[in-house]
């Protein structure tokens, strides 16, 4: 058989009473200390959970203070931004009545500038239109003047042309003392100044007197050796290309002849006075060259 089943705690035998007395008493000393402890902790608990209580109330205290002071702070700055904007509100409308009665003053003066110019303006115009009109009347009188010049200038021109194209009509080819023709003869000033605008030869006037040494007249030298104004007779002698010709007793208007280097020269007497005579030379307009 199997022994019997060890119990740990074996329960005293029934029926002794200071054993019993024993473990009641034990029991309640536990449950005492149990209760002490527990209540012990309880009081910690209760004393942690004052504390943070208090804590989060200052904690809670302090965030009151603080948007407290935030909200004075910003209050008193939206107070300061809206005094600063009332200051630069008057400030601007300020400047605006004082910029309104500038552009006012400005705009009366140059009105009143405008007017005055504009006056002065018409004033001058007036004067200007006067002097125009004055001007122009004397304009019209000289055109009139004009008128009267031109009408006597044309007049003027038909009795020229007239004369002129009577002293072309008198212009003559004579043949010369050799016998050759080579263009027309002068026989006085106008009919010289036709030739000298024609431009077909050169000319050059002259007046000699009666010497006993020649005299230049152009590139070459004439000795004047007698002269009969009563019968317009006259006896002079030519130098060129140191060659003397001699031609004696010519009358006026005659051309005497001689050749330059092969080139035909003409000497033309128009007036003989006493021991003197006057005329031109007529050379070639191109000469070989001597």
Known sequence: ???PHQYPYASPPPGNPNVKTALAGGAIAASLLANIFLFWQ???VKSDSLKDRQTL???IETLKENNTAMTSTQRKRLEDLREELDNRSRQLNMAASQAKREALSYAEQQSKRLESQQQQTAQK???DLSDVKQKADSANTKLADVGTEVTGVKTDLASTKS???KTIGELKKVSGDLGVTSGYVATNGKELAELKRRGERNYTEFKLTRTKDFQRVGDISVQLKKA???HNRFSLDVLA???KTEKKDRYINEPLQFYV???LYELVVNNVGKDQISGYLSTPKYTASR
């Open 1 to 3: 058989m199997s022994a």
């Open 42 to 44: 309880l009081h910690d």
């Open 57 to 59: 109330q200052a904690e």
């Open 125 to 127: 115009l007036t004067s």
């Open 163 to 165: 004369e002129l194209d």
């Open 228 to 230: 009969d104004p009563k």
């Open 241 to 243: 290309d140191d060659k």
């Open 261 to 263: 280097s092969k080139a």
